[in-house]
């Protein structure tokens, strides 16, 4: 449960008071609010409510607010130094509890209303003034007992019968009962404000689910106004004044169409006139609640006073039986073919009514007429044949089975004869659907709870006491009905036979009006309850924010009644009215307070089972085993009730609650769904972590090594974007920074990198985690990034990260080693490695390549993982239409032709489709501009060992390399590979490939450029003697000025043999690759890992460039050294 509540501050100040309770948009507050309210010192500042934004920009929930702005430490003396230095941001528990005394709830609902228009505004309530009885007892009796009970319980009774409706009765008060277990341990966890179900499941199941079942809960409600009223209009034109009817049928075919037209057009005048009172003032609904209440009480005992007269003398009501069938009494006057009238035998008006124009009605003519009691009483023995149902087809005869009748061979249409008809097909799940809405209303007393005087102690007592004792009187209803009345008066469900009096009516004693008028007020009165309710639990949801939409609803008149919440509430009550027929209107709202109760008892469970802390209930009398069996019971009745009616609310509910998730705002009230989401992550990865992973299973779990730059901001954006197109939001991504120094002196730039990487992966739709670490050295915090992140079963399996494209340049030295460090622990942790150069220039999730290639090079078999990762790619809508080639070599034994079928058929099997070319490689000697290529790689090689002088030393040897390096020789022809190390203000020499200054020597060959600017001596990072250069220039005074490809041949031959073949391969491959995909979209290599010696690392990052030179967009792959795909289904 969260931890805010509402409350009010109580000042010896009456303005002040007045202002604090005077707006009627107040937000519940936290104890942090109460604490700092009550300081006097307190500012503007530091009163921010109990919703605080943390460093990603969301709200949460915090108990205590800081109170930085104290001039003085709340605390007395010395007994409590040790905690000094707590006391700015955590207050004493005996100041606390001091300031909290002078703090009460503020009471709710309409009561506010009421105070408003009165003009009277209560500055302090010291006790609320309701107890159980009065507060949750008689509400929800009141809202449970209604409109069924009056005018359709005994037609459940006479058609299902006393054993089908007993059942009925007891599943639905069982269901409520067990909800009510659920609903009494939610609301004694805390304090629950108005808003009633709809808080307790947003709080306990998360905004989610509490949004969608708040809607149904509303929707529910608003149907509920709409029953009720079709309910009155039925009563009054049925029974009070039928001559009022406007649509009147000009013949027996369209009377149930101008029924309806009446229901509508009386309907939409009395919602029309509900919702006026409602608006001008609900003080008025209030105080007329007593009356209502006094006139379901009121009916119910005459309805047992009835009872028990039966028992001395029955009421004086008789039934005309034709044969076993029940006729209208309102067309004739004596039950009987033939009358003595002045010493006279004539015929009644039976005759006119079943022999008109001389044709006389073949049944009518075979049986007789028989006058029964409507009601024989409790000791007449009927009870026997009202035990089992009489369900049947609509326009079915009404007929006493004890009774014979002559039969008739062939029946002619009788709509037109005073029969009694069943008006709809019945049938035992349809009457479960128009009787449960009878056993609604049992959250009554949780919508009051802070107008109690103990609501932990009253919600529970009273609601269930009040749902036993409406249990009580439905379930012995069920049975004085089936043992006092006659079953064919039962079924007639508006008292056709009896004179147009309702059944339950002639039971009554005095007289059948105190039925009529007392459950005409009764249908009255909550018909007004309920647009006085929904509102303002539509109202509710729309405050709380998490539906955009319906935030306009959350406005209302300056005392806070929701006027546009209202005029929605009208409309939709509008829809139910149209229908015109209570019983097809009872079955939806069933759903909607199904659905509602069945979440109820989700929460409970779900509480209950993962045992928060917080989950500290008053009422103990609780299980989740009860809660799971009210669950399933609700489940169960929706679907028994109407299965297609609980697919539509369950569909309603879904869309209201994808909708939340996708739009909704962000909310943590610390709800169930987060621990059983935590409980369900703990139970997989555990799993995740007992047996090893199989093939079959294994996809790319990336941990995305991302630098940011300068500004804290993620450096390669197109690298997430790669991500989640290699993804798809399937399996683990990690999104990784790494920021060089100590956490305690980067905790804030931690946070902000955080913060954008966050935001890097919102919008490039990259679904994962992100992690930032601080480390000494960013090596360090990579090795611990790939050693720990993950946790059990859920850990990487492949880094990716982008090629160090500043691995040349002096301004980041260290990039070439770190990447060759992060290549071999990726290699000593099993892990496959992804290195995507070229970064920037890769497809972002917005661009549709609409055509090309993506070119596999198969070199070496590393596990299949050069397969998958094109077919993983084409499953995005930015690589669909691209197709796929795979490319793999032939040396000199190989049969190409063979190669090109077996890769064929193994492509087969993996079900992947791609384009198979096998590119022959024969041996050849080794290219002048591979030896050079190599000549200058090692050149670079043995200057980058030299730089390691300090830099006062090279200050100083600086100026005297500028002093004699003034007539240096100067380069003719640009070089085709670019020297990356440079000397300030000499440069770097760099070897041409027709031309060149050679200095053959165990060092390097050196040649200046003539510099202009000369940029500060810092910025150097190589650094010559001054002798040695000086023997250099008088060793080759001399020199040629180009030397032909013969006279570089002692050079060549100096070189090492293992760097000549390596850079031979990379450049040959090079040559072929680019031949063949220069022009494509993507292309993936098999990355060489690289020397055991690491000595060679300088020469490991001039391999893979000459390897992907003249690439676009290229993807090294390094497998981790398993298999990562299978041929086997």
């Known amino acids: ?283 008025y609904v209030n105080k007329l609640a007593l009356v209502f209440l006094s006139c379901v009480i009121l009916s119910i005992l005459a309805t047992y006073a009835g009872v028990i007269k039966t028992l001395v003398e029955p009421p004086e009501v008789n039934v005309c039986l034709l044969g076993n069938r029940s006729l209208k009494n309102d067309m004739f006057e004596a039950c009987s073919k033939e009358q003595t ?37 409790l000791l007449s023995g009927v009870i026997k044949d009202n035990l089992w149902g009489d369900y049947g087809p609509a326009g079915t005869f009404l007929e006493k089975k004890t009774l014979l009748s002559a039969p008739v061979k062939y029946m002619p249409k009788e709509i037109n004869r005073p029969y009694v008809f069943n008006d709809m097909t019945t049938y035992f799940t349809l009457l479960v659907g128009i009787y449960f809405p009878s056993v609604t209303g049992i959250m009554a007393g949780s919508n009051r709870s802070g107008d109690l005087r103990d609501a932990q102690k009253s919600i529970p007592v009273g609601t269930i006491m009040a749902i036993l004792t409406t249990s009580f009187i439905y379930i012995s209803c069920v049975v004085f009905f089936g043992a006092c009345v006659e079953g064919v008066v039962l079924r007639d469900k508006f008292g056709d036979s009896i004179g147009k009096i309702p059944v339950i009516g002639i039971l009554a004693w005095p007289s059948p009006w105190v039925i009529v008028i007392g459950s005409f007020f009764s249908c009255c009165g909550a018909g007004l309850q309920s647009l006085t309710g929904a ?72 509480q209950t089972l993962l045992r928060t802390p917080n989950w500290r209930p008053r009422f103990k009398f609780y299980h989740w085993t009860l809660s799971f069996l009210g669950m399933s019971l609700c489940l169960s009745l929706m679907f028994v009730s109407s299965w297609y009616y609980a697919l539509v609310a369950m569909v309603i509910a879904g869309c209201i609650y994808k909708y939340i998730e996708y739009r909704g705002a962000e909310k943590e009230w610390g709800d169930g769904i987060r621990g059983l989401s935590l409980n369900a992550a703990r139970y997989a ?70 913060k954008n990487l966050k935001a890097a992966m919102v919008s ?101 993982l050069l397969m998958l990762l094109p077919f993983l790619l084409r499953q ?109 203000p000499v440069t770097i020499p760099y070897i041409p490939a027709a031309e060149a200054q050679l200095i053959h020597d165990r060092n390097t060959a050196s040649h200046s450029e003539k510099t202009t600017n000369l940029p500060p001596p810092d910025k150097v990072h190589m650094t010559w003697t001054k002798d040695k250069l000086i023997s250099e220039r008088a060793k080759h005074k001399e020199s040629m000025p180009v030397k032909d490809m013969f006279n570089m041949r002692p050079e060549w031959e100096n070189l090492n043999q293992s760097n000549v073949r390596r850079m031979h391969t990379a450049v040959k491959l090079n040559d072929v690759v680019v031949k063949k995909s220069k022009n494509s979209q993507l292309v993936l290599l098999n990355m060489p890992g690289p020397p055991k010696n690491k000595k060679g690392d300088e020469n490991y990052m001039e391999f893979l460039e000459a390897l992907t030179e003249g690439l676009n967009r290229v993807l090294l792959v390094r497998g981790g050294g398993r298999e990562v795909i299978t041929i086997y289904s």
């Open 764 to 864: 490039e739709k990259t679904k994962g985690f992100h992690q930032v670490v601080a480390s000494s050295n960013l090596r360090d915090g990579f090795s611990v990034l790939i050693q720990s992140a993950g946790l059990g079963g859920m850990k990487h399996n492949a880094v990716l990260m982008a090629w160090p494209a500043a691995w040349q340049q002096a301004r980041e030295p260290g990039s070439r080693k770190n990447f060759i460090e992060t290549v071999r622990e990726t290699t000593s942790a099993h892990q496959a490695l992804l290195v995507a150069k070229n970064i920037d220039q890769f497809p972002d999730n917005s661009e549709r390549l609409k055509e090309g290639t993506i070119d596999v090079w198969w070199i070496v078999h590393d596990g299949g």
């Open 535 to 606: 509102p303002r639990l539509l109202q509710a949801i729309a405050r709380d924010g998490i539906i955009p939409f319906l935030q306009v609803f959350g406005h209302g008149k300056s005392n806070g009644e929701p006027t546009w919440a209202l005029l929605l509430t009208v409309g939709i009550c509008e829809i139910g009215i149209l229908i015109a027929s209570l019983d097809a209107v009872a079955p939806i709202l069933s759903m909607f307070f199904l659905m509602c109760y069945l979440f109820v008892n989700l929460a409970c469970a779900v």
């Open 876 to 984: 995005h809508k930015v690589w669909r239409k691209c197709r796929m080639r795979i490319f793999t070599v032939a040396q000199m034994d190989d049969n190409s032709i063979q190669m090109k079928k077996d890769l064929q058929m193994f492509l087969y099997h993996l079900r992947i489709d791609a384009v198979v070319e096998v590119v022959e490689m024969h041996d050849s000697d080794i290219s002048a501009f591979t030896y050079e290529k190599t000549l200058v790689m090692e050149q670079r090689s043995q200057m980058l060992k030299q730089m390691q002088l300090s830099r006062t030393e090279r200050e100083r040897e600086i100026q005297s390399i500028t002093d004699v390096s003034r007539g240096s020789i100067k380069r003719k022809k640009p070089s085709p590979f670019k020297a990356p190390y440079q000397i300030h």
């Open 341 to 377: 009238v002045e010493n006279m035998t004539v015929r009644t008006q039976l005759w006119s009514l079943f022999c008109p124009n001389d044709t006389c009605d073949e049944y009518f003519k075979l049986n007789n007429l028989t006058e029964i009691r409507a009601i024989p009483g």
């Open 1 to 283: 449960m969260p931890t805010n509540f509402t409350v009010v501050p109580v000042e010896d100040e009456a303005p002040s008071s007045s202002n604090a309770t005077s707006s009627p948009e107040a937000k519940p507050a936290s104890l942090g609010q109460i604490f700092e309210r009550s300081r006097p010192e307190a500012t503007e500042d530091n009163q921010q409510g109990a919703e605080t934004e943390n460093d990603d920009g969301q709200k949460e929930s915090t108990p205590f607010l800081s109170s930085d702005n104290c001039s003085e430490p709340d605390y007395d003396g010395k007994n409590m130094a040790l905690f000094e230095e707590e006391m700015d941001r955590a207050p004493m528990v005996s100041s606390l509890l001091s300031r909290l005394a002078n703090y009460t709830n503020l009471t709710q609902g309409v009561r506010e209303h009421e105070e408003y228009e009165d003009g009277v505004r209560k500055v302090t309530v010291t006790v609320p003034p309701m107890g159980t009885f009065i507060g949750v007892y008689l509400p929800c009796m009141q809202n449970i007992l209604g409109v069924i009970l009056f005018i359709r319980l005994a037609w459940i009774v006479g058609t299902a019968g006393i054993l089908g409706s007993f059942a009925i009765v007891s599943m639905c008060c069982i269901c409520t009962l067990l909800t009510t277990i659920s609903m009494s341990a939610i609301a004694t966890n805390g304090v629950v404000p108005a808003g009633g179900s709809y808080y307790m499941i947003s709080r306990s199941l998360g905004p989610e689910f509490g949004g969608a079942v708040g809607l149904c809960f509303y929707l529910g409600t608003t149907f509920a106004g709409s029953m009720y009223i079709l309910g009155t209009i039925e009563i009054l034109l049925t029974y009070i004044v039928p001559d009022t009817r406007v649509f009147e049928a000009e013949n027996k075919e369209d009377e149930a169409a101008a029924l309806a037209n009446n229901m509508r057009l009386f309907g939409s005048g009395c919602l029309l006139i509900m919702a006026l009172v409602v608006f001008v003032g609900v003080k």
């Open 685 to 754: 990865l555990i799993r995740l972590e007992e047996t090893p992973l199989h093939t079959k299973n294994w996809r790319p779990q990336l941990l995305v090594l991302c630098k940011p730059d300068s500004n804290l901001a993620v450096k390669h954006p197109r690298l997430l974007s790669f991500t989640s197109q290699l993804k798809a939001g399937k399996g683990l991504t990690i999104v990784c920074s790494v920021l060089q120094g100590s956490y305690m002196t980067r905790g804030q730039q931690i946070k902000t990198v955080e």
